[in-house]
């Protein structure tokens, strides 16, 4: 085999390119593509967690700046008494 021989690789074996046929080739760029469009959305489901926390610090940040307190709770008694006759 010669060096110059294009392969791919695909779960961690390679394989001969001129082997592929028209469809093989085709199942394998739709397959890479695929693959790139995962680690993208993984990137922007990472950068979006991120700018979610910072500006969740920020926002705290800024209400303590303010000095804004959260409402306190309201308890309400429901309970039922009975009364012994």
Do not use: C, G, H, W
Request: no cysteine; proline share 1%.
């Amino acid at each position: 085999m010669s060096e110059n021989t294009e392969t791919i690789t695909f779960d961690n074996e390679q394989y001969n390119v001129s082997a592929l046929n028209e469809q093989a080739i085709q199942y394998f760029n739709i397959l890479m593509k695929l693959q790139n469009e995962s680690n993208e959305q993984s990137y922007q489901l990472s950068k979006t967690n991120i700018a979610i926390e910072t500006m969740s610090d920020r926002f705290k940040a800024l209400l303590d700046e303010l000095d804004i307190k959260p409402i306190e709770e309201t308890v309400i008694d429901t309970e039922t008494k009975t009364i012994e006759q």
